[in-house]
């Protein structure tokens, strides 16, 4: 009963990445889903910066850039008239890259794409029903017909087939088979109890670099554009309603709340393509790791959909697991290495799930007073170029860092120094290689680390970071073609993560030699 090293339930953008990040690090790998089919509709619809910049260094960015509408602005309506405009995308020193309005799907799409190059397909119609773990692996039992690619032919006709994993990474959502079988609560309450959702072809006469909110009282609608002259639709069912809603029915009430709190005479609605309901939870996994099973992505944490925040959290906790499970799989590094991963993304997952609430919480005004500071304070505000620019930092997860974590232990002599400090994030930039060839900082990780050494800088840190970390296919040596990040002293050579969060920065091969025997053997960092 050979089986992959890892195991992967669920392949949305999460299984997905995560795949992708293990295949390209030479990490055998098997990815199995429940649905018959590659999901069509669009569900989260945010990619922001951060989640591009991930899906730069896995390589399946592709075209999503050129595909996808940038938002530029949020225009909020408080009782039918426009109070603030919150400005967005505009380049920041932390932000260069715009915010993305693009359908789940298309990011599913060349996620998939990727990982066929790397050589795997995903396993549509396969349900992981039970996992049992020992201290060597996971078998875990499989049902029904597996159909591989896009090309709904059979290739194994087997149900109830027992798979034998090293590793087993549960991506499979809030009903996580994997984090039942694992034992690991999910402990969290109802935020708002039912939202309506539409997706639909229609000539709306709004802005399509914007999403508008209305806000009228208890009420509120929200409209955001995506590509092909397509609009979603979203707003709370009021109270007892929601749940026996057809498509039909769901869509008029839609159009009522757009009609009514946007002044419309008339909503012409060509073509519906998706409508849901749904509730708004927040909820986050006690632990994200029992033995060799894992969660990543929705299977850890869920919350608001406000804030663009869920699809780039799980991208993030892929692109975080997938360099540290790649180590330990290789037997490069202990499986303490994969205590950080938790120490490191259960923390954002906590702010994320907190400021989408919030944020939920005062966009719905769940009481007079609390809508009272929404329209006359809180919305006025958002007009304020240092609220615009905050918000827009904030909602990018460009500042995310790990900063003081097991891997980046803060030290007093190191409170002055200027540069980027261990757990930071790794800015991109232009570098080049040994043989003079021009390349960016973050197309050369993904799969790989990169060492920036100053121009003339001995080789010790070179030939050790590649001894250790699996040789020169696995570290990539480049030289700044300007300035260090941050302005970091020139002696200095810096070790970037994979994930481009600095790793450590020094001048000794020693001092190197110290960091990775701590972090690769014991998972911390003294």
């Known amino acids: 009963m050979d089986g992959p090293t890892v195991l992967v339930a669920g392949a949305g953008p999460t299984g997905l990445a995560l795949a992708c990040g293990l295949r390209a690090a030479g990490t055998s790998v098997r990815v199995v889903d429940a649905a018959k089919e590659p999901a069509r509709t669009s569900r989260a619809l945010g990619l922001q910066p951060r989640g591009s910049e991930v899906l730069d260094r896995l390589g399946a960015l592709e075209d999503l850039p050129r595909s996808s509408i940038p938002i530029r602005q949020v225009i909020a309506h408080v009782d039918g008239r426009p109070v603030a405009r919150l400005k967005l995308g505009r380049p920041t020193k932390l932000v260069t890259r715009p915010g993305l309005l693009i359908s789940q799907a298309e990011v599913e799409a060349r996620l998939r794409n990727r990982l066929s190059q790397l050589g795997v397909e995903v396993e549509w119609g396969r349900e992981l029903t039970s996992a049992e773990q020992d201290a060597d692996g996971v078998t875990a039992t499989l049902n029904g017909d597996v159909t591989s690619g896009t090309t709904g032919e059979i290739a194994d006709g087997n149900t109830g087939e027992p798979i034998r994993a090293d590793w087993l990474v549960g991506c499979d959502g809030a009903h996580s088979r994997v984090r039942r079988a694992a034992g690991i609560g999910f402990p969290g309450v109802p935020v708002v109890e039912r939202f309506l959702l539409a997706d639909v072809r229609a000539q709306l006469p709004f802005p399509r670099d914007a999403a508008s909110v209305w806000l009228r009282g208890e009420q509120m609608c929200g409209v955001f554009p995506l590509p092909g002259d397509t609009w979603r639709v979203m707003a709370p069912a009021a109270a007892g309603t929601g749940a026996d809603l057809g498509p039909e029915e769901l869509l008029g009430v839609l159009a009522g709340a757009l009609r009514e709190m946007a002044g419309l005479e008339s909503v012409p609605v060509r073509e519906t393509l ?26 850890a944490h869920i919350h608001s959909p406000l804030g663009g925040q869920g699809l780039n959290t799980g991208l993030g906790d892929a692109e975080n697991l997938a360099w540290k499970l790649a180590l330990v799989a290789s037997g490069r590094a202990g499986d303490g290495l994969l205590e950080t991963y938790e120490a490191e993304r259960r923390p954002v997952a906590r702010e994320v799930v907190e400021s989408t609430s ?79 060839r021009g390349t960016r900082l973050h197309a050369e990780l993904g799969s790989r680390w990169a060492l920036l050494l100053p121009r003339g800088a001995e080789g010790g840190c070179a030939e050790l970071a590649r001894r250790r970390l699996g040789g020169a296919e696995r570290v990539s040596v480049l030289t700044p073609a300007g300035r260090s990040p941050g302005g970091a002293s020139a002696p200095h050579a810096l070790l970037v993560r994979p994930d481009a969060h600095l790793a450590w920065r020094g001048t000794s091969p020693d001092a190197l030699a110290a960091w990775l025997t701590s ?8």
Not at 383 to 407: D, F
């Open 274 to 299: 998706w409508t849901s309901t749904f509730r708004i939870h927040r909820r986050l996994a006690s632990t994200y790791r029992q033995g060799r099973m894992l969660l990543a992505g929705d299977a």
């Open 519 to 526: 972090a690769l053997v014991g998972g911390h960092v003294r």
């Open 358 to 436: 919030a944020l939920t919480r005062v966009v719905t005004g769940q009481n007079a007073p609390a809508r009272a500071l929404r329209d006359h304070v809180l919305v006025p505000l958002l007009n304020r170029p240092l609220v615009q620019r905050l918000v827009w930092e904030e909602a990018s997860q460009l500042k995310i860092g790990y900063r003081g974590g097991p891997l980046a232990r803060r030290s007093p002599r190191t409170w002055t120094t200027r540069g980027p400090h261990p757990g930071d994030r790794v800015p991109d930039l232009e570098c080049t290689t040994g043989d003079g």
